[in-house]
């Protein structure tokens, strides 16, 4: 007979043991198949071969003697192997394979019997809003779980996103164990959407599951829109505002740092148009104010108007003396052409 055999809870198995007789044959008068506990001897199932064969009353249901022959009116008890089926946790023990010859005596062999239990494996979000701050504190994101094993699974992880594992065990009043590791991390803007895989390993079956690190921040904003052209009488210039947010910006706001809005200024959500031509009006510093759940930042850009003569020379010598953007020639076409020809 084997001397270990193992077997899942729930499944069926084999626990083997034959009698190889001897020449000239013994007599085999019983055959006991007993449990050992706590070191005494339970009765399971016994066959005889004048009383036939009888399953003690806990076993009834689940264990019978795997060859037919043994439950024939003249059984034959050379195999006497036993099918356990609807393994339990109180099944493991050590069982004793018994038999009882003339003239030969008592005989047995033993088997351990050990009852694995497969962990129901689990991977999830530590909290259902991650949160960047400005604090830096590191929290745990993901937990991975391995519950309810016997053996106990083990538990690693694969991600490009550097952090710390904390693993923990918990010995169950059943025999099982429950194993779970936290994944910790500074929540940051920078690790929204990568992935923790979490690999759990249990007799050399292997199980993956992952989860999306979904990290809310407030907005990282930026203005756009001035290129530093802004001269007299061009057209329809615009600013736009852009953030970068989870969840989405709500409110865009623009304001005029020490002053009001020009009057041709509308406001187009994330966009601040000035409609008609460019004025000096136009100039100062602007800020864009971005909202979202998380709280509020802002991006300004500040604003200069030229002249058409500075225009020119930018268009020319990609420089522009600001002294160049106050003079008549901002206004005088004619005296603009006669300096420019002056320049070429």
């Known amino acids: 007979m084997d001397s270990e055999k193992s077997g899942y809870i729930g499944s069926k198995v084999d626990l083997r043991c034959r009698f190889?007789?001897?020449?000239?044959?013994?007599?085999?008068?019983?055959?006991?198949?007993?449990?050992?506990?706590?070191?005494?001897?339970?009765?399971?199932a016994i066959a005889n071969p004048s009383l036939g064969v009888s399953v003690a009353p806990p076993y009834k249901d689940r264990v019978i003697f795997k060859n037919g022959a043994v439950r024939r009116r003249t059984p034959n008890l050379e195999d006497t192997t036993i099918t356990f089926s609807a393994l339990g946790l109180t099944d493991e023990a050590t069982y004793i394979?018994?038999?009882?010859?003339?003239?030969?005596?008592?005989?047995?062999?033993?088997?351990?019997?050990?009852?694995?239990?497969?962990?129901?494996?689990?991977?999830?979000?530590?909290?259902?809003?991650?949160?960047?701050?400005?604090s830096n504190i590191k929290t745990p994101v993901a937990t991975c779980t391995?519950?309810?094993?016997?053996?106990?699974?083990?538990?690693?992880?694969?991600?490009?996103?550097?952090?710390?594992?904390?693993?923990?065990?918990?010995?169950?009043?059943?025999?099982?164990?429950?194993?779970?590791?936290?994944?910790?991390?500074?929540?940051?803007?920078?690790?929204?959407?990568e992935t923790l895989a979490c690999v759990t390993t249990y007799n050399e079956e292997v199980y993956t599951d992952s989860v999306t690190l979904d990290i809310q921040y407030e907005?990282?904003?930026?203005?756009?829109?001035?290129?530093?052209?802004?001269y007299l009488n061009r057209e329809n210039v615009q600013l736009n505002c852009q953030a970068d947010a989870n969840p989405a910006v709500s409110l865009y706001q623009w304001r005029l740092i020490n002053g009001s809005l020009p009057s041709n200024a509308e406001i187009r959500d994330n966009v601040l148009l000035f409609k008609g031509p460019v004025t000096y009006d136009l100039q100062g510093t602007y800020v864009c104010d971005a909202t979202n759940s998380i709280g509020t930042q802002s991006e300004s850009v500040e604003v200069s108007i030229i002249g058409i003569l500075c225009s020119y020379f930018l268009l020319k010598t990609q420089t522009c003396s600001r002294p160049q953007t106050l003079t008549n020639f901002d206004i005088n076409p004619i005296k603009l052409m006669m300096y420019s020809m002056s320049i070429e």
């Not at 001897?22 to 019983?30: L, T």
């Not at 047995?108 to 009852?115: H, I, P, Q, R």
């Not at 907005?219 to 802004?230: C, E, L, M, R, T």
């Open 146 to 193: 391995s519950a309810n094993g016997k053996p106990a699974g083990t538990i690693r992880w694969e991600t490009r996103v550097p952090g710390e594992v904390t693993t923990r065990e918990v010995k169950n009043a059943d025999g099982t164990v429950t194993v779970q590791s936290d994944y910790i991390l500074v929540p940051s803007k920078e690790r929204h959407k």
């Open 20 to 44: 190889i007789n001897s020449f000239p044959p013994v007599k085999i008068s019983q055959v006991t198949w007993q449990k050992l506990v706590n070191g005494s001897k339970q009765n399971v």
């Open 219 to 230: 907005p990282d904003v930026s203005v756009g829109g001035y290129d530093g052209n802004w």
């Open 97 to 134: 394979c018994e038999y009882t010859t003339f003239p030969a005596g008592n005989r047995e062999n033993t088997v351990n019997l050990t009852v694995h239990v497969r962990p129901t494996t689990q991977m999830s979000l530590s909290t259902p809003t991650l949160v960047a701050r400005s």
